[in-house]
């Protein structure tokens, strides 16, 4: 059930394996101030000793802006019943409220999909798609705030791109070293 609680209330999980540093947090911070309604429409998800399990970073935000409640979602003990009820009925495995509880925490910091990088460029406004928290390019012509609306097609420089995907962060920061060493303009990204 969705309801709002004290944050005093609210422990953060030790075995979370997700952090937040720096930019993103200021992103993840002025998110939750621009629409402070996405909270109640995707609360804190608390275990029955209010205990995140998923949700750590929106509540290191809202302790960064000193809030006195936050909205949370518990999972109790009736829906791991439910869950094993159907896991019973799709003959799988059922688990137990705590590997249920586990799982959710790893869950919810996992992206499925992939962006629709020509939906976004042409669909969206790049800069303000970085301010959601979005690592993407920021196109120049989105930044332009002066209201010009001169023709600009004698400006267009062709840009040519080269994306690589790597097995590790290790490998990722060596490649990227080798690059920028050579020359090339590059920049981290990971999805």
């Known amino acids: 059930?969705?309801?709002?609680?004290?944050?005093?209330?609210?422990?953060?999980?030790?075995?979370?394996?997700?952090?937040?540093?720096?930019?993103?947090?200021?992103?993840?911070?002025?998110?939750?101030?621009?629409?402070?309604?996405?909270?109640?429409?995707?609360?804190?998800?608390?275990?029955?000793?209010?205990?995140?399990i998923g949700g750590n970073m929106r509540l290191k935000a809202h302790h960064h802006l000193n809030r006195k409640e936050i909205w949370t979602d518990i999972f109790t003990q009736a829906d791991c019943d439910e869950?094993?009820?159907?896991?019973?009925?799709?003959?799988?495995e059922t688990k137990t409220y705590l590997e249920y509880c586990d799982e959710i925490t790893i869950k919810d910091n996992v992206s499925a999909g992939e962006w629709e990088y020509d939906m976004l460029a042409n669909e969206w406004d790049s800069v303000q798609l970085n301010d959601f928290g979005l690592d993407l390019w920021e196109n120049e012509d989105d930044k332009q705030?002066?209201?010009?609306?001169?023709?600009?097609?004698?400006?267009?420089?062709?840009?040519?791109?080269?994306?690589?995907?790597?097995?590790?962060?290790?490998?990722?920061?060596?490649?990227?070293?080798?690059?920028?060493?050579?020359?090339?303009?590059?920049?981290?990204?990971?999805?």
Do not use: H, W
């Not at 629409?35 to 609360?43: D, E, G, T």
């Not at 062709?158 to 990722?172: A, T």
């Open 83 to 92: 869950m094993n009820e159907i896991a019973i009925e799709e003959k799988r």
């Open 145 to 191: 705030t002066n209201g010009d609306l001169n023709d600009i097609s004698d400006n267009i420089t062709e840009e040519y791109r080269v994306e690589i995907e790597l097995i590790s962060e290790r490998e990722q920061e060596e490649v990227f070293n080798e690059l920028t060493n050579k020359g090339y303009k590059c920049r981290i990204l990971t999805f």
């Open 1 to 52: 059930m969705k309801q709002q609680i004290k944050i005093s209330k609210v422990k953060g999980n030790p075995k979370n394996p997700r952090i937040i540093k720096n930019d993103k947090f200021k992103k993840l911070v002025n998110s939750i101030i621009s629409i402070p309604a996405f909270m109640k429409l995707r609360p804190i998800i608390l275990d029955k000793d209010f205990m995140v």
